[in-house]
Nanobody
Framework: QVQLVESGGGSVQEGGSLRLSCTTS????????MAWFRQAPGKEREGVAS????????????IYTHSVEGRFTISQDSAKKTVYLQMNNLNTEDAATYYC?????????????????WGNGTLITISS
């Protein structure tokens, strides 16, 4: 059983920065891809950023939702089995619970229906 443990959430002022971490345990193989999703109250869960981690021609490739391009950066430390989300210039629209996600089946990480494992989430609040 794979476990994903997030850390780094909290409260920040608008324009500030936070870095989220997600550490994977319980499975020796690398995930096909890892991602961060977020869900604000009353809204659907949406993909924020994903990175291909399982080897192949797209290893290290990243995808971002349009609203965070240029502000968020997803990266990985494969030795630590950890994925990071660096978030800069945060605004009130970024406030949500952020979830780490992993796909081990090769279906991709851009939509929630293809995700195999989820973290418990970490809350980010932003004050204006």
């Amino acid at each position: 059983q794979v476990q994903l443990v997030e850390s780094g959430g909290g409260s920040v002022q608008e324009g500030g920065s936070l870095r989220l971490s997600c550490t994977t345990s319980g499975y020796t193989s690398d995930a096909y891809c890892m991602a961060w999703f977020r869900q604000a109250p009353g809204k659907e869960r949406e993909g924020v950023a994903s990175i291909y981690t399982g080897g192949g021609f797209n290893l290290g490739s990243t995808i971002y939702t349009h609203s965070v391009e240029g502000r968020f950066t997803i990266s990985q430390d494969s030795a630590k089995k950890t994925v990071y989300l660096q978030m800069n210039n945060l605004n009130t629209e970024d406030a949500a619970t952020y979830y780490c996600a992993a796909d081990y089946g090769g279906r991709g990480c851009e939509v929630s229906r293809t995700i195999d494992y989820w973290g418990n989430g970490t809350l980010i609040t932003i004050s204006s």
